[in-house]
């Protein structure tokens, strides 16, 4: 059976650097991998073949239908003609996927591929506003990955990356997340990484029963989707009101919602919160991690009629 | 009963043969006549051969051209001999790629060419008997395939203002070209792939390609006198209302999407049109998975209370088969025949 890696995520997130990081561990001459075109800057194809592993560039002009073909094509020749044991696939920024995955478990592929790692690339610098701007496929790509690699999270900070964290984890539960920095992963924790070993779970060695707590459910998400406009001194309210702790313990926070003509992002965070003008489209969905939430009043207190809606 | 008669005579409550529907073959309808997809590309007369072939062959309900307006625009297409043409350089994000994006003399312009002459071809092969429609991007996806979707998404989040730029000249472009159609009497189809639920969220639909692709409908039902076709590829469910605010007079659908849920979004403001799959049973299938595909899409349409046009979900692939075509075709002249019933199905 040949065995098959996906390495997803958006532009620029670092597919391509990943997968360079990553190639040492496969074993040379039996993988190949398949590259879209029109991915991040190729892998340079000479040092590709140097090294012994081969490479397959498909072209795409749209992402359904037609894209679909080229990529069952090329992929049932390379199996046919090149039989390597290890096919490394990263697929355009805006594939979909569950609709990859779909398309492995069926024939030709069922009989001859086993699925391996799905690994999605979240771009911490950016992840919040491809989040809102970005449609299924953004999300399918995150809920539907067996690892979840975290790229330039030295770049952004610590809280940023918790914020992440908790976000992506609201999509999938199940699937370590890594966040460290990938010049300074060894071939070690490259290779568990490919054979599917968790030691650089971001999770793992947090003593915080917190940390781990989506996981193991003993946490409750709070999610909801607000009206196009609401005041900011309701805002204000409600996310005073959560510190007191009336509807549960509210760990952490975050929202994106437009007051009138201006957009704004807020984070709740250790009981205080900071609300921050955006100039990026917002879509007026907030969130809440928390213990002991009470669903119903706080799905009161956030869906009230009074919302001082002013448009 | 040509393309025409049957039209006429559900117009004016007469007997006909079969529904109509709006199967097209697109770049497989070269296929028929044995030619290379290139070929289908470079050769208005071989182009024209092929699109009449598969009209006859196939009975279809109507004869169509497909124009890359970004091709005209500055990127570059390739077109393999035997595959689906694709872009293979598209333009940078700067000001001075904006100011490359006008169209002048569409009538003149070198690289519309051949667009003309496949289209004064199909009026003189078949325009008495059938209808000729014009299918393009609209201006939301066009500009994202002239800027790389990739870049251009990702310009969405950084320089929205100078996407909408982008965007508002890849429709002037298009509105040029669309009036240098006046007279002609076509239908015009727009496809907005880019535009997806799958791809965008509905809000930035709403802010990105909505407004642009309503006032190119504007237009287009204008200069044609009919209401236009618009397909948007992959989950449309959160924005099907839009698509049907744009002014579109039938909404065509993927194949992804339950055709019983689009009916009854969609109500009886747009005909449905969809959604058999050309991947999964066109491509892929059997002549049986081909009739139940078609036969599922003709009993959840008919529930729809604007119209409904059986149709592809999306581009057919070039390589399907013939057998499956034929299937195809056959089963609807059965399944479709006067009177129409979709309890017999």
Known sequence: MVSIDIVSGFLGAGKTTLIKKLLPCYPDSNTVIIENEFGDIGIDGDIIEREGYRMVEISSGCICCIMKDDFLLALDNVVKDLRPEHIVIEPTGISILSDIVKMLKKEPFQSSCVIHALITVVDCENFIEQRELFGEFFKDQISNATHLLLSKAQNVGASVVEDIVLSVRQWNDKAPVVAKNWDEMSIEEALSLVQGDTVLDYERDMPSPNRRSCREKRFSTFAVELPSSVSRDWLEANLSDMKEGAYGAALRGKGFVRCGDEAYAFSFTNNSYRIDPVDYEVSGKLCFIGIDFDEEKLKALWTARKTGVSN | ?345
């Open chain 2, 1 to 345: 009963m040509t393309p025409k008669e049957r039209r006429r005579a559900i117009a004016e409550n007469r007997p006909y043969d079969r529904i109509p529907h709006g199967f097209a073959l697109g770049y497989a309808a070269s296929r028929v006549t044995g030619i290379k997809v290139s070929d289908f590309h470079r050769d208005a007369k071989k182009q024209v051969e092929a699109t009449v072939a598969a009209y006859r062959t196939y009975g279809l309900d109507g004869v169509g051209v497909r124009i890359d307006i970004e091709e005209v625009l500055g990127a570059t297409f390739n077109y393999p001999d035997y595959r689906e043409p694709y872009i293979s350089a598209t333009l940078n994000l700067n000001e001075d790629a904006l100011d490359t994006l006008t169209i002048d003399d569409p009538k003149k312009h070198p690289k519309l060419a051949i667009f003309w002459r496949v289209l004064d071809g199909l009026f003189e092969a078949v325009g008495d008997e059938s209808y000729v429609s014009v299918s393009f991007r609209g201006p939301f996806s066009g500009s994202a395939a002239l800027f790389g979707t990739e870049n251009f998404l990702r310009a969405v989040i950084r320089k929205p203002e100078f996407v909408h730029r982008a965007i508002e000249k890849v429709l002037e472009a298009e509105l040029t070209f669309v009036e240098a159609l006046a007279g002609y009497g076509v239908g015009f189809s727009n496809s907005d792939p880019i535009a997806s639920g799958t791809v965008i969220s509905p809000q930035q639909y709403r802010k990105f390609a909505k407004p642009y692709q309503t006032r190119l409908f504007d237009a287009e039902t204008r200069v044609s006198g009919r209401k236009p076709q618009y397909h948007v590829c992959g989950d449309t469910t959160r924005i099907l209302r839009d698509m049907v605010e744009t002014g579109a007079g039938a909404v065509s659908v993927d194949n992804l999407m339950d055709l019983e849920l689009v009916a009854d979004l969609v109500g009886s403001d747009a005909v449905v049109v969809g959604n058999v799959d050309p991947s999964g049973s066109m491509l892929l299938g059997t002549p049986d998975v081909v009739r139940q595909d078609l036969r599922n899409c003709l009993k959840k349409g008919s529930k729809a209370k604007g119209g409904y046009r059986a149709a592809f979900g999306c581009g057919l692939p070039i390589d399907t088969p013939p057998e499956n075509l034929i299937a195809l075709f056959d089963a609807f002249q059965e399944y479709g025949r006067y009177p129409f019933d979709p309890e017999r199905l």
